[in-house]
């Protein structure tokens, strides 16, 4: 579809360029020209338009990233609170996953979907079980996916992973899919040191969850004398690039390290704040040129897959944990939730608004109390924006969420009972 989007105002979060007024263009599933408004004489050379949209002075910008989540854990949204993570893992999440069927995590996978599209999330970093599901999933919902492995001791084998790079990766346009593992303590030396001989066959980077929790980092330097990230790099297995969920029991020298080899963190600030996990030092990543990105986590450990709730915990446990009300700027997150998240997800279509690039956007509804007045229109989404403020969804090029509706052809009310007879079959199974 040809659709103009006018009278806007635009954010294109590209490196310098401010908002302005104007207009965009899409054309199928690329995004045509974004720039100053038309005149009238201009748009007479314009190509036919499917819809044309008054934007009324509201703001177009780069949809929200979401560079770590494991939607199917929507089925354990507020089954298994207040409790720290390992006990929460091994004593109620494993378990229930051990029952989850392939059908379960499709029908699960698409309830969390709708919540992306309300949150203005138009692409997730994705880690769960039986990926080609997840893929079905947002292929079938229009939502762009990165699929990440979520290798470990439990499974599955090296050789499926393998598998699953070759296949995924060719499947659908709004598919990609990168090598990963859990997480070291999930892993064993002999199973990492494969999976290091397969990233190297490919010159692929890696992904893991990593130095959540203090346990976790004081038991590996228990097991290898190392940091977990140091263990990982004597492996070999950020060779090729990658990055890591977390990160929040970083010591300077892991972070010296990640800067050196240009690897990017993910931060979960929600899902580490609910289970005491820690701050991460966001600050002084950024001190040290990282990519930061941000990412929800799961729907049980956060519990909700709201990027307005990460943008503004982001800024604000980093100002908290450097005592200082100047620490990692509005602006700043606000990139991270989008170009950076691109760039950490591989992605670079998606990172900016601009001619040429894919046309993953959001509306943001200025027409709301919580945005007036219009003082700073950009700092203002990060420290008041909310849902409420997501008027439109596109992805690809496809509007599938505006005015408070799905446009993906999808029954909302549907999908909200299979979440709730899936959740008591597994509960009752347990």
């Not at 044309?52 to 199917?72: Q, Y």
């Not at 969920?245 to 010591?251: E, I, K, L, P, S």
Request: one cysteine or more.
């Amino acid at each position: 579809m040809n659709i103009r989007f006018y009278n806007a105002r635009i954010l294109t979060m590209e490196e310098g360029r401010a908002l302005f007024e104007g207009e965009l263009w899409t054309k199928d599933e690329r995004i045509a020209y974004v720039g100053p408004a038309k005149t009238e004489e201009e748009l007479k050379q314009a190509p036919a338009w499917d819809r044309e949209i008054d934007c009324r002075g509201n703001v177009l910008m780069p949809g929200f990233k979401d560079a770590h989540t494991h939607s199917g854990m929507t089925a354990m949204r507020s089954f298994a609170d207040d409790m720290p993570l390992q006990e929460w893992l091994n004593t109620k999440i494993f378990p229930l996953e051990a029952k989850m069927t392939e059908q379960d995590n499709y029908d699960l996978t698409q309830l969390a979907i709708l919540e992306y599209l309300t949150s203005g999330i138009t692409a997730i970093f994705d880690m769960y079980l039986s990926p080609k599901d997840i893929a079905q999933a947002c292929i079938d919902m229009g939502m762009r996916c990165a699929l990440v492995s979520g290798l470990n001791k439990f499974g599955p084998t090296v050789q499926v992973m393998e598998e699953r790079y070759n296949t995924l990766n060719r499947l659908h346009p709004l598919i990609t899919y990168q090598m990963g593992v859990h997480a070291e303590y999930t892993c064993d030396r002999g199973l990492l040191e494969d999976v290091s001989a397969l990233i190297h066959q490919y010159q692929a980077p890696l992904y893991a969850h990593m130095s959540e929790t203090r346990l976790e980092t004081d038991e590996c330097i228990g097991r290898y004398g190392m940091t977990p990230p140091a263990f990982f790099d004597s492996l070999g297995l950020f060779d090729f690039g990658g990055g890591v969920y977390h990160a929040v029991h970083f010591t300077e020298e892991d972070m010296d390290l990640f800067a050196k080899k240009g690897l990017h963190i993910v931060t979960n600030p929600g899902s580490n704040t609910k289970l005491a996990s820690g701050i991460a030092p966001v600050g002084r990543f950024l001190e040290k040129g990282i990519n930061v990105a941000i990412g929800t986590d799961g729907p049980s450990s956060n519990n909700c897959l709201d990027m307005f709730r990460e943008m503004f915990l982001t800024t604000g446990l980093a100002k908290l944990l450097q005592k200082d009300a100047g620490a990692v700027d509005g602006m700043e997150v606000l990139r991270m939730a989008t170009a950076n998240g691109a760039r950490a997800m591989l992605l670079p279509d998606t990172d900016v608004l601009a001619a040429g690039k894919l046309a993953d956007l959001i509306m943001i509804d200025l027409h709301q109390p919580n945005m007036q007045p219009l003082n700073n229109i950009a700092k203002n989404i990060v420290y008041s924006g909310s849902k409420q403020n997501v008027k439109l969804t596109m992805i690809n090029g496809k509007i599938l969420y505006e005015n408070g509706e799905y446009l993906n052809g999808v029954d909302a009310e549907a999908i909200y009972d299979r979440a709730n007879r899936i959740i008591r079959r597994l509960a009752a199974e347990v």
